[in-house]
Nanobody
């Protein structure tokens, strides 16, 4: 069974930085696409970044491109999301998700069917 455990998050001032981590067990990053999603109340969960299993390719939503960086540590089976220059509109509950069938082009569209999700972590951006 694939399990994802998230760490990080919290309160940060606008312009600040946070790093989220997503520790994967029961699967290897060589075979799973990992996406970072966020959700605010009343809105659908949206993918903000993704890393593919092979050669690893990364993808970012335009709203975070240039400010967020996704990376992975294969030896530790952990994926990170480094968030910089945070804005109030980045505030949300952030989730990581893993799936062996979706790629970064489809993981957002098929988010309801992904194999595993982290527990979610709250990011608050406020002065």
């Amino acid at each position: 069974q694939v399990q994802l455990v998230q760490l990080g998050g919290g309160l940060v001032q606008p312009g600040g930085s946070l790093r989220l981590s997503c520790k994967v067990s029961g699967a290897t990053l060589d075979y799973y696409t990992i996406g970072w999603f966020r959700q605010v109340p009343g809105k659908q969960r949206e993918v903000v970044s993704c890393i593919s299993p092979n050669y690893p390719r990364t993808w970012y939503d335009v709203s975070v491109e240039g400010r967020f960086t996704i990376s992975r540590d294969v030896a530790d089976n952990t994926v990170y999301l480094q968030m910089s220059s945070l804005k109030p509109e980045d505030a949300a509950v952030y989730y990581c998700a893993a799936d062996p069938k979706r790629d970064c082009n489809t993981i957002g569209r098929w988010f309801r069917y992904l194999e595993a999700w982290g527990q979610g972590t709250l990011v608050t951006v406020s002065s």
